[in-house]
């Protein structure tokens, strides 16, 4: 292992290992009422571009979503 594949932890003489991963699949089902697929991939996009979490992972993050528009 090198170090730009693990990062060691030492917390309160304990170390933890954890690796860095180079991507992340978020896979998500949504169920709207009275919205089109279009909207739901705009307020996706928006969620992911301002939310703090995600702005603070450095690994590639892919969203594929499962849309059910419902009447």
Known sequence: MNFNQVISLI?????????????????????????TEERIK?????ARKYSLVAQSIRAEVKIEPEIEIVK
Not at 13 to 31: A, H, R
Not at 42 to 46: D, E, M, N, Q, T
Request: hydrophobic letters at 55%.
């Open 42 to 46: 705009s307020a996706i996009k928006s």
């Open 11 to 35: 917390i309160s003489g304990i170390v933890i290992i954890t690796s860095i991963f180079s991507e992340v699949l978020l896979k998500i089902k949504i169920t709207a009422k009275d919205a």
